[in-house]
Nanobody, 126 residues
């Protein structure tokens, strides 16, 4: 079991920045590929970004590429999502997730992830 707790969400003006954190506990954090997803009201949960166990490989949704950066600190059991140039379309509940599957594979499907946090709300005002 892995427990995930997100933090760092809030209200920000369009063009602003936020950094989300996701602290993990339980099993060995470095054994998991980590991902960020988001879900806006009335929409399905969608992939945002993922990072391999080592942190060397990353994958981003086209909608956030160039604006968001995923990173991890295995010594602190934490994964981060730096979000810049935010716009109203980024408003959603953001979730982190852990995938214990094949090392080096970056999954974009929610079904591939084994553990989920409770989410943190990000609201961007225009």
């Amino acid at each position: 079991q892995v427990q995930l707790v997100e933090s760092g969400g809030g209200l920000v003006q369009a063009g602003g920045s936020l950094r989300l954190s996701c602290a993990a506990s339980g099993r060995t954090f470095s054994d998991y590929t980590m991902g960020w997803f988001r879900q806006a009201p009335g929409k399905e949960r969608e992939f945002v970004a993922a990072i391999t166990r080592s942190g060397l490989s990353k994958l981003y949704a086209d909608s956030v590429k160039g604006r968001f950066t995923i990173s991890r600190d295995n010594a602190k059991n934490t994964v981060y999502l730096q979000m810049n140039s935010l716009n109203a379309e980024d408003t959603a509940v953001y979730y982190c997730a852990a995938d214990r599957a094949v090392p080096g594979i970056l999954n974009t499907e929610t079904t591939a992830y084994d553990y989920w946090g409770q989410g943190t709300q990000v609201t961007v005002s225009s």
